[in-house]
């Protein structure tokens, strides 16, 4: 049985996000993923203005007058939350923790799925796979997924991204748009990556805290890394040693940012505290204009 004040909190998301779909990204999500290919509907005769390359030789053949083959659009679409729990997501400052931004960014990708008919599937993982769903419809099947987004508890204590790719290609055979949710503190997956990308369509988020990116001026603080335990002293009131850190966490990025590119992956930023929808809604704009 689900404790009432877990259900009142999963309540309070699907209401949030409900409202965030209806309104904002609906529409950016059935222009942005169109499905999965194209399906042969019928053939008719050829009329001025078709595509010369969509003629059916062989009914032209038979027919003695050219047709052409109509097709129609696959609609349904499976998607997959992929989405990283290990101890680090715990971490937040601006009025939530990664998780919990996490949480309500899955919600709204699951129940956008749902309400254009796709399938909706969720993977969780840490330095192992410790869940995975498989896609369904329906809203019951939202529900649980947030359930566990929020309360499913890690066993491992560091992330492996590797492991859980390698999971999504052992079983997923089918294309699917797979939105791959993590701080990417584990960067060692570009070749498992590069994989999965030759059946799936994989889209990064990557989430963050702000005081991830800049170390404040306190003074001697001591920090505990949330995966391995390891304790640290740093000196803040450093100006060098802040600065350090800094170009530390940027050079981090940046070389993310440079192998997404080369994948040709691009990905979507996201900060606790801050509006994830105006960077979703960017992202489903972009999107719609390559396609």
């Known amino acids: 049985m689900i404790p009432p004040e877990v259900l009142k909190k999963i309540r309070r998301i699907q209401i949030r996000t409900s409202h965030i779909v209806d309104d904002l990204l609906a529409g950016g999500w059935h222009s942005a993923f169109k499905g999965t290919g194209m399906e042969f509907e019928e053939v008719r005769p ?3 203005g078709d595509d010369v390359r969509s003629i059916d030789w062989n009914v032209t053949a038979r027919a003695d007058q050219p047709y052409v083959k109509l097709f129609r659009e696959e609609r349904e679409m ?9 101890p680090s997501q715990g971490f937040g400052t601006q009025s939530q923790t990664k998780r919990e931004l996490v949480a309500e960014l899955g919600a709204t990708l699951a ?3 749902i309400k ?3 399938k909706v599937g969720l993977t969780l993982f840490s330095d192992r796979v410790e869940k995975s769903i498989p896609p369904r419809k329906g809203a019951r099947h939202c529900l649980r997924l947030i359930r566990d987004l ?9 992330t492996n991204l590797t492991s859980a790719i390698e999971h999504l290609n052992r079983t997923s055979h089918r294309k699917m748009v797979v939105f791959l949710i993590s701080d990417f503190q584990d960067t060692h997956s570009e070749n498992t990556l590069k994989v999965a990308r030759r059946r ?6 990557v989430v963050r805290d702000q ?5 404040p001026n306190i003074g001697l603080v001591r920090l505990r890394d949330l995966e391995t335990g390891q304790l640290v002293t740093m000196d803040t009131s450093s100006r060098r040693v802040r600065r350090a850190y800094a170009d530390s966490v940027q050079q981090h990025f940046e070389n993310l940012e440079a192998s997404f590119r080369r994948m040709r992956m691009p990905a979507i930023y996201l900060e606790t505290g801050q509006d994830f929808v105006h960077p979703l809604q960017q992202y489903f704009y972009h999107r719609e204009r390559q396609r």
């Open 46 to 48: 050829y009329a001025i």
């Open 78 to 86: 499976s998607v997959k939350l992929l989405v990283d729990i290990s």
């Open 111 to 113: 129940f956008s799925a």
């Open 116 to 118: 254009n008919n796709d």
């Open 150 to 158: 929020l309360y499913c508890q890690p066993v491992g204590s560091g």
């Open 200 to 205: 799936h369509e994989i889209i990064p988020v």
């Open 211 to 215: 005081r991830e990116m800049t170390m």
